[in-house]
């Protein structure tokens, strides 16, 4: 059973930083695709970020590109996201996604952490 557990959520203001980590296990996830999506209050779950299983290739939202970077470690089977620059609309719960892959225009993905809040105060 593969479960992805988040950390590192917070309280942060406008202009800050936050690192998000989440751990991996149950399953051979370094093969696939990793991201992380987003959902805010009264809002659609949205995506954030995906990384390749080799970690060469990143694909990112246009509200995040330039402040968020997407990393992992296979060794350690966690996926991470560094938010830079945060502003008050990057304030939702995150979630870790595992085996992300391309719907349509857009990405889903087949397994889901719990989330974690951040909220930036302006």
């Known amino acids: 059973q593969v479960q992805l557990v988040e950390s590192g959520g917070g309280l942060v203001q406008a202009g800050g930083s936050l690192r998000l980590s989440c751990a991996a296990s149950?399953?051979?996830?370094?093969?696939?695709?990793m991201g992380w999506f987003r959902q805010a209050p009264g809002k659609e779950r949205e995506f954030i970020a995906r990384i390749s299983g080799s970690g060469v290739e990143n694909d990112y939202a246009v509200s995040v590109k330039g402040r968020f970077t997407i990393s992992r470690d296979n060794a350690k089977n966690t996926v991470s996201l560094q938010m830079n620059s945060l502003k008050p609309e990057d304030t939702a719960v995150y979630y870790c996604?595992?085996?992300?892959?391309?719907?349509?225009?857009?990405?889903?993905?087949?397994?889901w952490g719990q989330g974690t809040q951040v909220t930036v105060s302006s």
């Open positions: 996604a595992g085996v992300v892959v391309r719907a349509g225009d857009g990405w889903r993905a087949y397994y």
């Open positions: 149950g399953g051979a996830l370094s093969r696939y695709d």
